[in-house]
């Protein structure tokens, strides 16, 4: 196909949608990496073609600078656009990063999305020296990209069992981050000050890992600035005080919301199906979507795996 990238210069609220073009069959998340711009409406605006990536564009996030990223974790590709609608060279980081946040510092903490020796059938990706495909840990690089500390966290079982850091996000304090392995029984924290495990937010200890039929899992957590966690769970929205206490569970259409972000209207979030094709706009006061899209890959075609809303510089979302 012709790939011709007619990315816009960002504008306050553009969305931004992971949605790589599947076209290989013979690899079910391969295909010509697409990053879909839409106006705070909704109404199409542009669209990246990302060069140096062959798989999903998942995890993505606009840094406090303004700068998209974005993540191709098979192949260890992290994009970047600029706030003027333009990939900057993409970095190759040698590791399977899907999840980025930033220190006070404007360090990054990137999580490790793989782990284990075997990906999951139907797709692939490159293996690490040491034989795996990652380690599952948290890495802190300088804004220059230059390593600067590894945090040895741990990760949960969960039936793929390929899977680590899938999904992130930093508390507004700095002090900590909540994280996820994709549809596992635990919301997962670490101390970024003292360098340690914490006690998890959530979890469903008495479920069996393993067992598919049951869907009390969690998959994206997202801090609003107030302190207050959104996680995406099998069939909706959840919102959590900081004490771990359920405010909220607001029902989506459909299993599969694997992305979640706080609108520039923290009233809002914006969430995406990636086994539905759905992108939508929640009132989390009233617990209802207020307006939707279909981007048009549904499973077993699925690729809707990145999700971003430019809020200007100086903020993270």
Same mark, same amino acid.
């Given at each position: /196909?012709? +790939?011709?990238?007619? /990315? =816009?210069?960002?504008?306050? %609220?553009?969305?931004?949608?992971?949605?790589?073009?599947?076209?290989?069959?013979?690899?079910?998340? /391969?295909?010509?990496?697409? &990053?879909?711009?839409?106006? +705070?409406?909704?109404? !199409? +605006?542009? #669209?990246?073609?990302?060069? %140096? #990536?062959?798989?999903? &564009?998942?995890?993505? =996030?606009?840094? !406090?600078?303004? #700068?998209?990223? %974005?993540?191709?974790? *098979?192949? *260890?590709i992290a994009v970047r656009v600029s706030p003027d609608g333009k990939q900057i060279d993409a970095w190759d980081s040698g590791r399977s990063f899907g999840s980025i946040n930033w220190d006070s510092g404007g360090n990054l903490l990137l999580g490790?999305?793989? &782990?284990?020796?075997? &990906?999951? =059938? %139907?797709?692939?990706? +490159?293996?690490?020296?040491?034989?795996?495909?990652?380690?599952?840990?948290?890495?802190?690089?300088? !804004?220059a990209l230059e390593w600067l500390e590894t945090y040895e966290v741990e990760t949960a079982v969960e039936p793929t069992m390929f899977k680590g850091v899938t999904h992130s996000s930093i508390h507004p304090s700095g002090?900590?981050?909540?994280? #996820?392995?994709?549809?596992?029984?635990?919301? /997962?924290?670490?101390?970024l000050r003292n360098k340690q495990q914490m006690p998890d937010l959530d979890g469903y200890p008495d479920a069996d890992p393993m067992d598919r039929t049951d869907k009390r899992w969690f998959i994206a957590p997202a801090y609003l600035p107030d302190g207050r966690l959104l996680c995406t769970v099998a069939e909706g929205l959840r919102i959590y005080d900081e004490a771990g206490q359920t405010l909220k569970d607001i029902p989506l259409p459909g299993y599969g919301w694997a992305q979640v972000c706080p609108d520039v209207d923290t009233r809002h979030a914006l969430a995406a199906n990636v086994w539905t094709g759905m992108a939508a706009r929640i009132d989390l006061n009233g617990g209802v979507i207020t307006e939707s899209i279909d981007v048009g890959f549904t499973a077993p075609h699925r690729s809707l795996a990145g999700l971003a809303v430019y809020s200007g510089e100086g903020s993270q979302a």
């Open positions: /196909m012709l +790939k011709t990238s007619t /990315m =816009k210069p960002f504008a306050v %609220g553009d969305i931004f949608l992971g949605c790589t073009y599947l076209n290989n069959p013979d690899d079910d998340h /391969m295909g010509d990496g697409r &990053i879909l711009q839409f106006d +705070k409406d909704w109404r !199409p +605006k542009g #669209t990246l073609y990302t060069e %140096g #990536t062959r798989y999903f &564009i998942v995890g993505c =996030k606009m840094g !406090p600078d303004g #700068t998209l990223w %974005g993540f191709d974790c *098979h192949d *260890h490790e999305y793989f &782990i284990g020796t075997q &990906i999951w =059938k %139907g797709t692939s990706a +490159k293996f690490l020296d040491n034989g795996t495909l990652g380690d599952g840990n948290l890495y802190r690089y300088s !804004p002090d900590f981050i909540t994280y #996820t392995t994709e549809t596992a029984r635990r919301l /997962m924290r670490y101390d």
